[in-house]
């Protein structure tokens, strides 16, 4: 016997249904009931095809609108990403400037430091020499003299009375005139 194949949509259930109420099998009450249900059967079929293309539609929206929220929040997540790229670009580069101001900090203290009257230039350089064996111990510009085998002042004063324990260089002189 063959059997009839299996309908797959409402529409074919129902047609299906309307094709078995019309069979002589059924009793009379067995067939109006049947006949009653099939209006009924049909508007819910309907409704549940109404809803869910309602429902397609709605989640189409909501697609729609997820799609454009993500492409949204991607943007501003590629806008944060540059933002704290050019963020951290800036910090390498200050933290460079800082590293380097650092340096020359430094490498100026180390100049000012006092240093041992031994490393002192003996060629006849003017330099800033700390004499604490001196009436008013302070700092002096003097200069070493190979000829008298001493440290001098500036203006060749002959003092044998400067002994400096340290020195310094000079500044440099002042790049514009006053």
């Known amino acids: 016997m063959n059997q009839p194949e299996k309908p797959k949509t409402a529409e074919e259930r129902i047609a299906r249904a309307i094709e078995l109420a019309d069979d002589d099998c059924w009793t009379p009450d067995e067939h109006s009931v049947v006949r009653a249900l099939l209006p ?10 109404e809803e869910t293309a309602k ?3 709605e989640a189409k929206g909501f ?4 799609l454009c929220h993500l492409t ?3 943007d501003f997540q590629a806008f944060a990403l540059k933002g704290i790229e050019e963020t951290a670009q800036e910090r390498d580069r200050a933290i460079e400037r800082a ?4 340096q020359e900090r430094d490498r100026l203290a180390a100049e000012r ?3 041992p009257i031994e490393t002192a230039p003996k060629d006849g350089t003017p330099i800033l020499c700390w004499c604490p064996n001196i009436v008013t111990p302070g700092a002096r510009i003097l200069a070493y003299s190979e000829h008298y ?3 001098m002042r500036a203006f060749n004063y002959i003092s044998s009375s400067y002994e400096p324990t340290r020195w310094q260089p000079l500044p440099a002189a002042p790049k514009e005139p006053m």
Do not use: H
């Open 40 to 49: 009924a059967l049909a508007n819910d079929a309907k409704q549940a095809r």
């Open 55 to 57: 429902w397609r539609d």
């Open 63 to 66: 697609v729609w609108f997820l």
């Open 72 to 74: 949204e929040a991607k």
């Open 99 to 102: 590293e380097k101001a650092e």
């Open 113 to 115: 430091e006092w240093r």
């Open 149 to 151: 085998e001493c440290w």
